[in-house]
Structure formats: C-alpha cells, structure tokens
C-alpha cells in the first residue's frame, strides 16, 4: 500500500512539474510580442536603412540598431572574443557597362538588347552571319572565326547554352532573338534589368582564382527583340526564320565595348551572440540574415519580409531566452543567435561563418529563419500557412512540431526544399537544419516589400512557435530526434 501511495505521489509530483515547466515555456513565449516585431521591422526597413545592402551606411544603421537591442539584456553576452561583431572581406564588383552600337547608332540595354557573359574590357567591330538555329550539326559547318553569329532560339533562356557552342566554333558574340514567342525579350527583360545594377559581391575566399569575374562563362552573347532583327541585319525574323545558316554573306555588323570589372574590398560584419548552456560543447545556432538589397536606379528596395522580418524574430527570441535564463532556466546547450551579412550575395556571412566555425560537430541544430511576414502568392488568404524545411529530423520530431502548430493556429508544409538561404552553408557541413520560411510573395526583391504589408499577429505566432523548438532542442538528446537522411 505504502509503495503504491508512493507510485501516485510520485506520478502527480511529475505531473505537476511538466505542467509547471510548460507554463513557464508558455509564459517566455507570449513576452514575444508582435508590437515589438512591427518596432523592429519598421526600423529595419525604414528609409535610413536603404535596404541594408553590404558595404553601405544603411547596414551599418541596421547593424547598430541589432547590436544596441542585444545589449540591452545583459544575458545576451557576444559571442567572439567580447565583440557582437565578425568582420569578414568582401570582394565587390562595380556596376557593370557595356556600349553595343548597329549601323553608328547606340542601341539601349533592356529596350533592345540584353547582354551575358564575360566583362573583359573587350572592344570590337564585328561582321554578323546567320547561324540557323544554333544547332551543333549547323554552327560546325560555318566559319564563325572572329565574327558574330545570329542565331534564332525558341527560348531565349538557352541564350548561353546556344552561344557556348557557338564559341566553341569560333564566334566571339552570338546574337540570339525569338521567331516563336514575340515578348520572351520584354518579358525576360523587365524581370533583369534592375538586377543588374545590384553590385554583386563575393567572399574574398571565392575570387582567388578570378571565378567572381569570370561568372561562370567564358563566351560572350547578346538576347535582341525582335524589332531590332531589322536594324542589325537588314531583314526582319520572318525572313530569317524561313533562311538556312550561311556563312558566305555578311547581314550586318555590331560595335561591342565591354567595360572591365574592377573590383572594390568592403568589410561585412555577422552579429553574434549567445546565451551560454550547461554543456558548453553543444550548441543551438539561430541564424537570419539582416541585408538586402540596398538602392537601385535611386529606389530604396526595403525588404521588410526579404529579411527584416527574420532578423526582428532573432532580436525577440534572443530577449524571450534571456529572461527565461534569469528565472533559472538556463538551457543545456548554448544557444548562438547569428544575423548574417551578405545573405543576398550568395551566403556568404554563414558561409564565412561556417568556414571559420572549427568544431562543426558541435552545432546540434541550426534553425534559419527567412521570411515569416506574410504567405505566399499560392496562399495569400491562408494566414497560418508556412514552410516547415529540415534536412535529417525525425518523425517524433516533425510530430512535435505538428502539436505546436496546432497550438499556435498554424499550417506547416514539408513538402519544399529550398536551399537558398543561410541554412544550406550549415547543411553542407552535416549540421541538421530547420528553415522557417513564407515562400515566395509578390513582392520578393520588389521595392514594394514594405512594413505595412507584414502580418504581425501571424509573425508572432510563427516567432512564439520557433521559440518553443529551439527550446526543446536545448534541452534533448539531439541523436535520438535527428536522422541522417532527409525527410521526405
């Protein structure tokens, strides 16, 4: 009788602290507030940051502004060597220019042509002729040596891979238009020609052997409407469509002047802290990266979900874990709390980070977090709707998960893996990951994504939401909940 009255006690002691521990859990969650996410994004993406991009004094107002509401909470300690900051070299390129000229008359990038490839301080007049459609079996039967080809493509997102053989025949440009779809250039072009004035940048690490500016390619290719067919050479698309490859008549010439890429050194600088854990050899990282895209043609690209919304979680998340820790709640593992530089870039504030980082086996989990403000255009009236992305967790653990966002109103989607953020350096590493992300919105990389268009109370509860994981994963065995293959 007495063991069995000790079972119960016992029983409803347990039952007691689980219930305790989780209103404690409970209580540290709801400190996370949307009236301080909206503070935050509104600052981030305010007209003084300029879109965060690297390099600028807007990321340094951004930066300072992250930096300040970590040091608010003195729980929150640096991480390296008593400073918030991990400066990192970046290579940047300048704006890239090129002058195409027909007949003595300049013609207009994104109106009449669209260029690819090399920027090697190549300059040059050079005879055209008709390559077909830029088939191996036509292009090798043409004398292409120190000409321009015309060539015609269904699709002019193949332009690289039809001038690719096309060089390899000789040619130093391929001209490439559409016969088939008449506004793939118009519609190709819209979409490109902002992106091009964003100065590209790489980790000084990647340009040692020139690849920045090389890009890739080693031929040299212009996309025409189907207007200018006409000026270059005389005849319009139709004619062209119906002709065979010739290489024995000259249809036109083409002034090309490539400008050379001159690179400029910039330093970027990652944010880290953390909390400390009882085992000071494991470690939760949690990551989001704080730049964007900076001012392009004088329009200031804010990026209020592209990644204010992910760096205002990170600043709430680390204060809700530092008072949880001054009521005795220290964690297990360290908790690491990362805002990336030079996310857009390429990754290259994780990657720095993870290059840098000696003891990779030591990160349990890294969870990113990259645009939680509002769904995406496949779900733009399903408020609770959001990605769920891992690489290596269990099923025990995508249940858990499950259960959260049941409790938090939300709907998960396992289905995407999408590497294009900062969790894929961790990844490459064999770190497990868990990406919380929107999907992709009208407004991605658009100077319209704005604060005004987030939805805190949503943010909220997907922030309230990651909080409750990071703190389980603090406190568990990870090798019983992490497997080694992907989920599928």
């Known amino acids: 009788m007495k063991l069995r009255i000790l079972i119960t006690n016992l029983a409803i002691l347990f039952t007691l602290h689980s219930v305790y521990a989780q209103s404690q859990v409970d209580e540290f ?10 503070e935050h994004v509104y600052v981030l993406a305010s007209d003084s940051c300029k879109g965060r991009n690297v ?4 990321i340094t107002i951004a930066q300072d502004y992250i930096v300040n509401q970590l040091k608010m909470n003195s729980i929150v300690k640096p991480f390296l060597s008593h400073s918030y900051l991990q400066p990192f070299q970046l290579i940047k390129s300048n704006p890239k220019i090129i002058h195409v000229e027909a007949k003595g008359q300049a013609l207009k990038a994104f109106e009449d042509y669209m260029y690819g490839g090399l920027y090697d301080g190549y300059s040059k007049e050079l005879n055209i002729v008709y390559g077909g459609k830029g088939t191996e079996d036509e292009l090798k039967e043409l004398d292409l040596n120190g000409k321009a080809v015309f060539i015609l493509n269904d699709n002019l997102r193949a332009a690289f891979k039809s001038s690719g053989i096309a060089k390899r025949y000789g040619a130093e440009l391929s001209i490439i238009a559409n016969p088939k779809n008449l506004n793939q250039f118009e519609s190709l072009s819209s979409q490109m020609k902002e992106f091009v004035c964003f100065s590209g940048y790489r980790l000084l690490s990647d340009t040692l052997d020139n690849r920045f500016f090389k890009e890739g390619s080693s ?3 212009i996309t025409i409407n189907n207007q200018l067919v006409k000026k270059l050479t005389s005849r319009n698309i139709q004619y062209w469509n119906r002709s065979k490859a010739n290489d024995r008549k000259t249809i036109g ?11 400029d050194t910039v330093i970027a600088n990652n944010i880290i802290s953390y909390i400390p854990g009882e085992n000071p050899d494991e470690m939760i990282v949690v990551g989001a990266h704080y730049d964007h895209l900076g001012v392009i043609y004088d329009k200031i ?5 592209d990644n204010a919304s992910g760096a205002s979680a990170l600043i709430e998340l680390a204060n809700a874990f530092a008072e949880a820790y001054k009521k005795g709640n220290r964690p297990e593992k360290s908790i690491v709390f990362i805002a990336f530089a030079g996310e857009e870039g390429g990754l290259c504030g994780s990657k720095y980070f993870v290059d840098q980082f000696k003891s990779p086996e030591q990160i349990k989990l890294m969870v990113n977090i990259d645009m939680i403000g509002r ?7 399903e408020s609770d709707y959001f990605y769920f992305i891992n690489n290596g967790l269990s099923d025990s653990l995508i249940s858990r998960n499950n259960e959260l966002c049941k409790k938090y109103l939300l709907t998960p989607d396992y289905t995407s893996h999408i590497d294009a953020s900062d969790h894929k350096s961790f990844k490459n590493v064999g770190v497990p990951t868990i990406f919380f992300f929107d999907g992709i919105n009208t407004d991605l990389h658009k100077t319209t994504d704005t604060p005004e268009k987030i939805n805190y109370k949503r943010m909220e509860r997907i922030t309230r939401l990651i909080f409750e994981t990071v703190w389980e994963n603090a406190n568990i065995d990870n090798e019983k909940v992490f497997n080694n293959t992907e989920t599928k």
């Open 29 to 38: 969650a709801k400190s996370i507030k949307s009236s301080n996410l909206n």
């Open 55 to 58: 390099g600028t004094k807007g």
């Open 219 to 221: 031929h040299r290719f």
């Open 253 to 263: 010439t083409v002034s090309v002047n490539i400008e050379k890429q001159r690179p």
């Open 301 to 305: 690209y804010y990026g209020a979900d």
């Open 375 to 381: 769904p995406d255009t496949k779900h733009i009236d």
